[in-house]
C-alpha cells in the first residue's frame, strides 16, 4: 500500500513540476496569455471593490452613530460641569469686557493715549511706552 502511494507521488510531482515549468514559460513568451490572466486579475479586483464600496460605505454610518452616541453620552454624564464652564468663561468674557468699556469710556471723557501695543495707558506727551518699552 505504501509502495503505490510512493510510485503515484513519484508521477504526480514530476508533471505539476512540468506543467507549472511549461506555464511560467508560456507567460513570459506570449503577450496573449499575459494579457488573459491581467484581464482576469482586472475582473477580480472590479469586483472586490464594487463589494467594498458597501462595506466602506456601512462602516462610515457606523463609525458616524458611534461619534454621535459617544458624543451624547459624555454631554449627559457631564452637562452640570460644562454648563459650570460655559458660566464662569461667560464671566471672564464679561469682565474683560467690562474693562475695555472702561477704557474706553475713560479715554474718551479725558485725552488719554494707550500704547498700541500693550495697551497701557501712557502719557500725552510720552514717545515710549512705560510697560513695554516700545515707541508710540
Known amino acids: 500500500m505504501n509502495n503505490m502511494i510512493f510510485d503515484a507521488l513519484f508521477v504526480i ?3 505539476l513540476v512540468l ?3 511549461i506555464f511560467v514559460i508560456i507567460m513570459l513568451i506570449s503577450p496573449k496569455m499575459r ?3 491581467m484581464s482576469r486579475q482586472i475582473r477580480a479586483t472590479k469586483y472586490m471593490m464594487e463589494n467594498a464600496k458597501d462595506d466602506l460605505k456601512e462602516m462610515g454610518t457606523m463609525a458616524g452613530d458611534i461619534k454621535v452616541q459617544t458624543r451624547k453620552h459624555i454631554l449627559d454624564q457631564n452637562e452640570e ?5 460655559e ?3 461667560a464671566n ?3 469682565e474683560g469686557i467690562e474693562v475695555k468699556v472702561k477704557a474706553i469710556r475713560d479715554g474718551l471723557s479725558k485725552n488719554a493715549i494707550y500704547c498700541k501695543y500693550c495697551g497701557t495707558l501712557i502719557d500725552e506727551d510720552s514717545k ?3 510697560k513695554c518699552g516700545k515707541e508710540q
Open 87 to 89: 458660566k464662569r468663561t
Open 128 to 130: 515710549f511706552c512705560k
Open 92 to 94: 471672564i468674557e464679561k
Open 19 to 21: 506543467g507549472i515549468f
Open 81 to 85: 460641569r460644562l454648563k459650570d464652564i
Open 13 to 15: 510531482v514530476p508533471i
Open 35 to 37: 494579457g488573459k490572466m
